[in-house]
């Protein structure tokens, strides 16, 4: 795997913006939380990120303390473009890969723009790796959500908690803008239990 991540990673970001998104699954700094950092150079990794996770500089304080994971994603698609974009959306489907070190605690993702496959705090984090680090540590992670409904009028919020398989929609639901005046929806986690 190391040659295959080594012969497509290098020079993968030429051209490109590449951020660094220190993140928190869970409340920063909360006694379950785990935190990692995701290189990538795709914009739309970083905004979905600062919905799903809570991105924070907050974060680098918390690498001193404990383990983090470490993320890296590229879309494989350095400029000048030497391929056809389709629908504007930058990717490398031929030489796509998404491979965990679970020991290490990293994850390398190559050609994607899925959202499973490039917000890597999602399945890649909280689920594959979370596993491990559940093993352990003494626990179990499952893919759940948990969400705020609040009432503006009353303030009164009710929360939504579910288990849900992979590629069912979480990620919709968790960053959903509700339509009916007089209420606010807040994704208060996507979480490992």
């Not at 879309?75 to 489907?93: D, I, L, T, Y």
């Not at 917000?119 to 594959?128: E, M, Q, S, T, V």
Request: aromatic share 8%; charged share 20%.
């Amino acid at each position: 795997m190391a040659k295959i991540i080594n012969g497509n990673m290098i020079g993968c970001m030429t051209g490109r913006t590449m951020y660094v998104i220190p993140f928190s699954m869970g409340p920063i700094g909360g006694p379950l939380s785990k935190i990692g950092v995701q290189l990538t150079d795709s914009n739309y990794v970083l905004l979905c990120m600062r919905i799903m996770t809570r991105v924070s500089h907050d974060i680098w304080e918390k690498i001193g303390e404990q383990d983090f994971v470490r993320c890296v994603h590229s879309m494989g698609c350095p400029r000048p473009v030497q391929r056809k974009v389709v629908n504007h959306w930058p990717c490398n489907p031929e030489k796509l890969f998404i491979s965990h070190f679970p020991k290490l605690r990293e994850i390398v993702s190559y050609g994607s723009g899925y959202g499973g496959n490039s917000l890597l705090g999602k399945k890649c984090f909280a689920l594959r790796i979370a596993n491990v680090i559940a093993r352990d540590e003494g626990w179990l992670a499952e893919h759940m959500l948990i969400m705020g409904l609040t009432n503006e009028k009353t303030g009164e919020e009710k929360f939504v908690a579910a288990a849900f398989p992979s590629a069912c929609g979480k990620t919709n639901l968790a960053m959903i803008t509700p339509t009916i005046p007089g209420y606010k929806v807040r994704c208060v986690g996507k979480v490992k239990t």
